[in-house]
């Protein structure tokens, strides 16, 4: 029995995978702002070795990093409701996506910051720049370009990763292609379909990330 694909099969189902497509996008842009804001928090905490606050930041890395994100996602949506802490689908998904890029933003901050000349810190000091003041003006700004592809890579992993929360029951891109997979049995149209909207939106993300890392090494590139 030979296969008939259907593109025009794939075209009615666009206003559902556009649906999906919106709940992925909302979900991962979310998780990434949360993920990047948590990563530089811990690696500073790191750095400085803050007092109690590095330890559990070094146990929360190697935990979430150790672990899988089904697990954690699992955990957070079936474990913490069974103790009255119910959060719902979405943010649900997006505190394990969050945990999830967090963990590994705080190694790419960390190895960013790490980068940075000893020099300088020992010059911020003798101006009598305090630890927090070096951090902002001068340890950030050069760490962070630095570590900009790494946590490209992370935001990238959490946009693809953001297709587990179909296992939780939120309608995103994945979610919405199996149901139409379980009620029209097209499953190399709909597969191949958000195949290609994943990459196109990485493709996308992977521009917009290298035109942010051209403008901010712009000011020290030499002529």
Known sequence: MSYEFS????????PDLFQGLWMTLLVSLVSIA????LGTVCACL?????????????????????????????????GLASLGLGLGG???GVLALSLWGGAYNTENVR???????????????SLGLRPALY????????????????MLNTSVSVLK???YLQAIGVA???????????????????????????????????????????????PFRTA
């Open 7 to 14: 593109f025009p099969y794939i075209w009615g189902a666009t």
């Open 34 to 37: 949360i993920s990047v804001v």
């Open 46 to 78: 790191r750095l400085f070795k803050v007092p109690v606050l590095s330890q559990i930041a070094t146990a929360y890395v190697h935990f979430m990093r150790s672990t899988p994100l089904l697990v954690q996602l699992y955990f957070i949506f079936y």
């Open 90 to 92: 979405f943010w649900s």
């Open 111 to 125: 190895g960013g910051l790490a980068a940075v000349p000893k020099g300088l810190q020992e010059a911020a000091l």
């Open 135 to 150: 951090l902002r003006l001068v340890a950030l700004p050069i760490g962070l370009r630095v570590c900009i592809p790494a």
């Open 161 to 163: 990763n953001s297709s």
């Open 172 to 218: 995103e891109l994945t979610f919405v292609a199996m149901n139409r997979v379980a009620m029209d049995f097209r499953t190399l149209e709909m597969f191949l379909a958000i195949g290609l909207i994943y990459l196109t939106i990485v493709l996308l993300l992977s521009a917009a990330v290298r035109r942010l890392e051209a403008v901010l090494q712009a």
